[in-house]
């Protein structure tokens, strides 16, 4: 039903300037049931692409670990996770997979033995994030 769903846009810079070549900006989609808004839990596809370059070393590489655990404590036994992480090469270090016990602990310890190094190169980990999502959602789009 409409006005059942409220959704949030917010891009990560203010102004996107005409410029003759392309451009990459990111955006935040928030989509929120709106109050009274009959809710039901729907299985979610998650995939994690974690920044592991060099520039995370320390309280960031903590805070990241400490997030993913977050991430990890609210997901139901039906979701599925995917984990990609990042630095000059992209590896997915978790494939999509069904979120069961022995999973929720083998992300968790993938999470915990990150260690931050080497540049960084965002799009390949990027994509490779977004292949995961599809191989339990379908074929990718052409």
Sequence with gaps: MAGELNLRVVL???RVPVMPTEQLVYALLELRPAPGAVTTTLPLNLSLVLDRS???RGA???RLR?????V???MQPQDTISVIVF???TR???P???LTDSSRAQVADEIRRLEADGGTHMAPAMEAGLLELWRRAGPPPP
């Design 12 to 14: 990560a810079r203010p």
């Design 54 to 56: 060099g520039s995370m």
């Design 60 to 62: 960031k590489m903590d």
């Design 66 to 70: 400490e997030a993913t655990q977050a």
């Design 72 to 74: 990890l404590n609210l």
């Design 87 to 89: 630095n000059n090469k």
């Design 92 to 94: 997915v270090l978790v």
């Design 96 to 98: 999509s997979q069904a």
